[in-house]
């Protein structure tokens, strides 16, 4: 399973203080999991439909990371806090008599969930600011009986994902509340000045909350809590209890804490690299932030969100990719027609996402992913060969048939087995504009060499995810890029003056290929490329405090077959020096 590190890169990266980091971590909690649902009819959800909606949507909306005119760029739901704008409690309570979402269309929603293919809607019932999106009789801090709007969106989303047979589950924030007494840093006290305690808040408003999810709105798929932080076991043991009693065909997120949940969610706005055993989703959005922001039109585009949708059922997970209303309600456009046209793709091939695994390689290839049904594998390339011979690294079962899909139609694509790599002939041409995918028929069950395989056409990144490390430190670490928004890369640094980063390769076409790296450092530095039993080239390049890519040389590869790589910082600040990939790019002649 997947942790995060929390270690913090190059200063200058750093747009926060640590503090906020450190901060926030805390706040996570353990999120280790008993994986009976795997076994059991709720895992279903997370088999067949492996693509969801997330949507942040509250009265943080309504601000949209803008307050007094002052814009703080980062996670809008997040706008209370210090780190944001640094609203008092009573401050942002009122913002409830502001806050009339008038263009909120439940079924307009659930029809754009509908038409990008998702299966399900996870929406913000109440997040850590404590106001409820639905009508709650134990709080009265809520969109019925504390805005002008006075309607129930809940209700309404319910109604609009049962006539569109979506399955709806409700975000809730269970140990952080800010604006209830006694709630996870929430205020210390009640109005009147005396004390309450997390216990308080628990009875008062979280417990009373869940229950009324869990039977004001018919059945639910899941109950997503998040960020347990400091929440003793014995609150979310009662919490998960009332899920069962009343929803016994719901997920628990593992974000419950306690190892309470049904399933891991991984890393935010991340896609793991490897292949996850057992039962977990990644959670993405559309843009940079999950709630609402006026600045944030740093969108997805349809392909980037197929690649990613594609990869993380090929990693062997679940896909829940976020929307941020408006505090009016409507959804931005440009993130309606990127789910829209992505969903487009998905109709005419949906085989390679629906019901389909992982990949049986573990990882992505150069030209996209593979995704896996019994004996079929669905090969989803994204990067269309110019030549139109498409190469499979490794594949040594037999393939039966090979079709080139296209909406209702199949074209049969000639294939050949040749040193251990499968080539497909395909046209010149891709069918579809996205994305195309390719059916083999396998013989028997896939069996495949994970060693990675250097596309003889096409670029072909190597993470260091993948290298076996010697003399130097390689970890996983996490920062935020603005407040809230983590981003997470496996690095290999503090290197030794024989350390060594080492991946087998297979390459099947010998000749010349150009070198590059990607890494992040300060100053110049001398690294080296090492061809075992073969070249070694290295060169000096600048660094910069970003990942980027720098240029070493060329390498050649004598014949086809098996190699050994090795990257190794020769010279220059060899502590910093964080080199996160290499790149193998075949020298085009003509
Ligand atoms: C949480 C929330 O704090 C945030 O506002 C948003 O709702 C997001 C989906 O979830 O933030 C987290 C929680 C866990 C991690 C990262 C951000 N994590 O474990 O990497």
Redesign the pocket.
Known sequence: MMR?TGCILGASLVVLAPLAHAD?NT??GE?AMNLRADEAERGQLFRDGNYAM?I?WGLYSNLANKVDGKTYYG?G??IMNENMAGIPVDRYKALAADFNPAEFDAMAIAQLAKDAGMKYIVI?SK??DGFAMFHSKANAFNIVDATPFARDPMKELADACRQLGLGLGF?Y?HW?DWTAPGGGRGPETYADGTRATFDDYFREKCLPQVEEITTGYGPIAIVWF??PGGIPKKYVEQLVAVVRKNQPDALVSG?AGHGLGDYV????MHVPHQNIEGMWES?DTTNDS??YAWYDENWKTPKEILRRLVACVGRGGTYML?IGPRGDGTVPDRAARALRAAGDWLRRDPQAVYGAGASPWGHALPWGDVTAQGNRLFLTVFDWPASGRLHVPGLKTPIRGARLLDGDAATAVAHESLQGWARLELPARAPGELASVIELELASAPEVDRTLGIDPELETEVLVDFAEVTGAAKERV?WMEKF?E?KEIDRVHAWEKDGAARWEVLVFAPGDYEVSLTYAGTGRIVWGVDVEGGEHIQNQQNASHNYQRFPIGWVNFPEAGRYAVSVSCVDGEREPASLKSIHFTPVAWK
């Not at 969610?265 to 935010?268: F, H, P, Q």
């Open positions: 995060i926030m706040l996570w999120q997330f942040h996670i739901e997040w913000t997040h850590h975000y924030s952080q998040d960020t974000r969610t991984n890393g935010d959670v999950w709630a976020n996490s809230g983590w």
